[in-house]
């Protein structure tokens, strides 16, 4: 069964730190693209960190550039979001999602940060950052 498990989050005051993690299972890690994901409370679910072209580009949301930095570790299946310098507004539940991007559009390719593009999701990690 495939299967991504979200932890790391947490509540922090602003200008702290979190890591989150998403531990794969069920799928063969490196036919996948795992990327992080997040929604607000009334907001849609927006990208957040996504690896976007076959060359492994990282692109980050403008508002955490500086601040977020994602990771990825295939001999443990992990891919690790770090967050510093978190701000109120990072509040939200977080996502990793997984797609095998690479089979449906071939060994060269390019793709958004866009949820629609991900098939399979984890449960999500909450994360809440008071002022």
């Known amino acids: 069964e495939m299967q991504l498990v979200e932890s790391g989050g947490g509540l922090v005051q602003a200008g702290g730190s979190l890591r989150l993690s998403c531990v794969a299972s069920?799928?063969?890690?490196?036919?996948?693209?795992v990327s992080w994901f997040r929604q607000a409370p009334g907001e849609d679910r927006e990208g957040v960190s996504c690896?976007?072209?076959?060359?492994?580009?990282?692109y980050y949301e403008d508002s955490v550039k500086g601040r977020f930095t994602f990771s990825s570790d295939s001999v443990k299946r992990t891919v690790y979001l770090q967050m510093n310098s978190l701000k109120p507004e990072d509040t939200a539940v977080y996502f990793c999602?997984?797609?095998?991007?690479?089979?449906?559009?071939?060994?060269?390719?390019?793709?958004?940060?866009?949820?629609?593009?991900?098939?399979?999701w984890g449960q999500g990690t909450q994360v809440t950052v008071s002022s």
């Open positions: 690896i976007t072209n076959s060359d492994g580009r990282i």
């Open positions: 069920g799928f063969t890690f490196d036919d996948y693209v």
């Open positions: 999602a997984a797609d095998p991007i690479p089979k449906k559009y071939g060994p060269t390719w390019y793709l958004g940060c866009r949820p629609g593009a991900y098939e399979y």
